[in-house]
């Protein structure tokens, strides 16, 4: 009988362990999952949202390979229903490039506060994000969508069933501004972190454009971006969405970060560059003067904006760059002060005298060595000025050597 109970404990112990074993690993897979995929990550937090009276969640579709599409509505809960109302309406897309993950948690997170702490920033505002344009491809760590497609040149044509998809959102959101977030990846030629806004478009969606593109370059909270305003027979890739909707009179920016940066400062651009966008957006009516337009003019003259390009692109190399960058400069340094010192003095062509005319000259001391050639201690310099006849004295002597020659 013992024998027996003894044989059920065991055989209980060995499926209780069973059963843990099985918990703790689609717990670790879920957290791995979550982790290395942007889309489930995004899934994840969108169920647990706190859909309050300010926040609505909406399925707009599905992509290629079957995964909901989601847009998250935030606003004031006075007029929650009609979402095009006269409030200015502001859509963020992330996500088009699904091998870029940090604009989808830096969306994820704003969806948060603004629908918890900062509810401020929407209340005279409608924001719209949609996270995850691509599901497919974020899932799959890949740029492209399923069927092998870049959704950010396809804005015009619209192929593709996530940009039809996203478009007819548009098209019912009506956004008087769109912002575009995307990152550099490792594997694009060196870039560095940047705003991009269309210098096409309607005169008012342009202007308003450069407008906000400035207003975010000039944010100093976090790493300056320089501003790129582009024209039109600039532009090679005329499909992508910041591009396309600015000829729609949609005010659009683009944001990248660059490789280089920690994640969190990256998250934290995309962070704050919305932020201002929305505090910009909420203004009442915005009187755009001629300095808030500069902003081509300055990154390209301005020399603060060249220094601030030149240290940005300091910033983004590697650690070893960095010190091959520091080292090359160091000893740019020693050449240029060893060839300073190398250079012979040329002598001046003015002598003391010529100095003892008039006001005291300000490099007297300075003259007096070049003219005696070579260089003296500052005691031997102070006895030769005070050993030097005044010119009344040279006279004197000059007058009398005359009159022992005449
Ligand atoms: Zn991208």
């Not at 859909?51 to 935030?74: C, W, Y």
């Not at 940047?194 to 969606?205: D, K, L, M, Y």
């Not at 050993?387 to 050597?401: A, Y």
């Amino acid at each position: 009988m013992a024998a027996r109970l003894y044989q059920q404990c065991c055989k209980l112990r060995q499926s209780i362990l069973f059963c843990l074993i099985l918990l703790i690993a689609s717990a670790a897979c879920s957290i791995a999952r979550s982790q290395q995929d942007p889309y489930h990550y995004t899934v994840q937090k969108l169920g647990r949202l706190n859909r309050s009276d300010m926040v609505f969640l909406h399925k707009i579709g599905k992509s290629t390979q079957g995964r909901p599409i989601f847009a998250v509505i935030i606003t004031n809960p006075e007029n929650p229903k009609n979402i095009t109302s006269n409030r200015t309406r502001v859509l963020v897309l992330s996500g088009q490039h699904g091998n870029e993950p940090l604009p989808v948690h830096a969306v994820m997170e704003l969806i948060h506060e603004l629908s918890a702490s900062r509810r401020d920033l929407a209340e005279n505002t409608v924001v719209a994000f949609i996270p995850t344009v691509n599901p497919d491809g974020l899932v799959n760590n890949k740029r492209y969508n399923a069927s092998g497609s870049d959704l950010n040149r396809d804005w015009r044509t619209l192929k593709q069933p996530e940009t039809a998809l996203v478009n007819h959102f548009i098209r019912e959101f009506r956004p008087h501004v769109l912002i575009d977030l995307h990152e550099w990846t490792k594997d694009d030629t060196y870039q560095p972190n940047c705003i991009e806004t269309p210098g096409f478009g309607t005169r008012a969606s342009h202007r308003f454009s450069r407008y906000l593109g400035n207003l975010v370059a000039r944010n100093t909270s976090f790493s300056p971006i320089p501003l790129k305003h582009t024209h039109y027979r600039e532009v090679s890739e005329p499909g992508m969405a910041h591009r396309v909707h600015v000829n729609k009179g949609i005010s659009s920016v683009l944001i990248e970060t660059a490789p280089g940066y920690p994640a969190s400062e990256r998250i934290a651009i995309y962070k704050g560059s919305v932020k201002s966008i929305l505090v910009a957006a909420a203004a009442p009516s915005t009187r755009i003067s001629k300095n808030d337009l500069a902003v081509v003019k300055r990154s390209q003259g301005n020399s603060s904006a060249w220094i601030g390009s030149s240290f940005l692109s300091i910033r983004n190399f590697s650690q070893d760059d960095r010190q091959a960058v520091c080292c090359a400069i160091a000893l740019l340094a020693g050449a240029i002060l060893l060839l300073l010192a190398a250079t012979p003095k040329p002598l001046s062509a003015k002598t003391d005298e010529q100095y003892s005319h008039g006001k005291s000259h300000p490099n007297r001391l300075i003259s007096l060595v070049q003219v005696a050639g070579y260089d003296l201690s500052i005691r031997e310099r102070l006895e030769l000025i005070q050993q030097r006849p005044r010119p009344s004295d040279r006279s004197r002597e000059n007058s009398q050597s005359n009159r022992i020659a005449s």
